[in-house]
């Protein structure tokens, strides 16, 4: 047997919070050589691999499909997150991102996706942040003024995307490129006008960060998404002379926050930094500052790609079984990307 599998055995552990005790406890192998095939100092056998495989919930093949893309394993993501994450908590949602990633690529090698747009890239050192923006609008044929369905624009660019409850409020989102094929994670747990932003944010991570990094990446995709969701020609003249009560009508409208609002109005300069720090005294004041009122009456969207997949694979003679192969996982049980929508069951 070739191939190192420490660094894909990891991920998968991580992916699940689970300790290598747990694992080895599940896979019915001793922690002492599972630490050592983790650290690529000792090969597991066919028998062995496969326990471990399967206590992961994937196939023995993803783990090596896995760590024959030397080093694309654990690949760093774009990640909207408080400083106040905590490490773990972020590692295991990038380990996660990393398990559809490479879901995703087993899938493709074997199906071919065809979409109606793409994701641009665009260099962020030529290309502004609300330039490209407008120009992904533009591409995609978007109408003029707010985005009603954002998930499907973005899953219609064949960007995969995966809503999970984080179990934090502390990391809205994360994403990666596959290599052609674009994928985000985002929080389920945040309220609608917070998850369009996170999703408009991470938009611009994968539009303008593909392959170059800059030290303003943040405030780029922060610019990119402001311009996407609410863009300066459309909104400028609803945002001159903004009053606070305006604001619940604007959010309805826009779908963005009241504070995305105010902060767009600053800005567009069509409020002063007096008048955004009294806006914010009175949304504190209101207790708006920790919950904002009319998120619950935005339209929360589900994903629906991945379900979409599974569906064409179904009507071309799969079964349930062979997706969840296709796509590495241990059986149809495990399979929490790729599930056709016939059952009625989506990523959630
Ligand atoms: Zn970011």
């Not at 070739?2 to 747990?22: D, K, S, V």
């Not at 896979?27 to 002492?32: P, S």
């Not at 105010?262 to 007096?274: G, K, P, V």
């Not at 504190?284 to 991945?306: I, N, Q």
């Amino acid at each position: 047997m070739t191939g190192q599998f420490g660094e894909a055995i990891t991920t998968a552990r991580r992916a699940r919070g689970w300790t290598q005790e747990q694992l080895a406890d599940r896979a019915d192998v001793v922690q002492g050589p599972l630490s050592r095939y983790e650290n690529d100092l000792r090969q597991p056998d066919d028998d062995t691999l496969d326990r471990i495989a399967f206590a992961l919930g994937v196939t023995a093949k993803f783990l090596r499909n896995a760590s024959d893309t030397r080093g694309a394993m654990a690949v760093e993501a774009h990640m909207r997150r408080r400083a106040t994450a905590k490490a773990t908590v972020w590692r295991r949602l990038e380990a996660r991102l990393n398990m559809y990633r490479i879901h995703a690529s087993t899938l493709t090698e074997q199906v071919t996706l065809q979409s109606e747009h793409y994701v641009p890239r665009f260099d962020p050192l030529e290309t502004r942040p609300d330039d490209a923006a407008r120009l992904v609008r533009m591409q995609w044929r978007m109408p003029v003024g707010p985005v009603r369905k954002l998930v499907r624009w973005i899953e219609s660019a064949g960007c995969l995307v995966v809503s999970e409850d984080f179990e934090t409020d502390r990391v809205d989102g994360l994403s990666q490129w596959i290599g052609d094929l674009p994928i985000m994670m985002i929080n389920t747990s945040a309220p609608t006008d917070r998850l369009r932003l996170t999703i408009a944010h991470e938009l611009g991570h994968l539009c303008l960060h593909s392959c170059e990094v800059t030290a303003s990446m943040e405030d780029e995709a922060n610019a990119f998404a402001a311009e996407f969701l609410m863009p300066a020609e459309m909104i400028r003249s609803q945002l001159r002379a903004l009053r606070l009560h305006q604001l619940p009508d604007l959010k309805r409208e826009w779908g963005t926050s009241m504070s995305a609002l105010a902060e767009r109005a600053y800005a567009l300069n069509t409020i002063t930094a007096s008048q955004r720090t009294s806006f914010y005294k009175m949304m504190s004041a209101r207790g708006w500052r920790t919950r904002e009122p009319v998120s619950e009456e935005l339209l929360t969207e589900r994903p629906e790609l991945a379900a979409r997949i599974a569906d064409t694979l179904i009507s071309r003679g799969l079964n349930d079984d062979e997706i969840a192969n296709m796509a590495g996982f241990a059986s149809s049980y495990h399979n929490r990307l790729f599930r056709p929508s016939s059952r009625g069951l989506r990523v959630v």
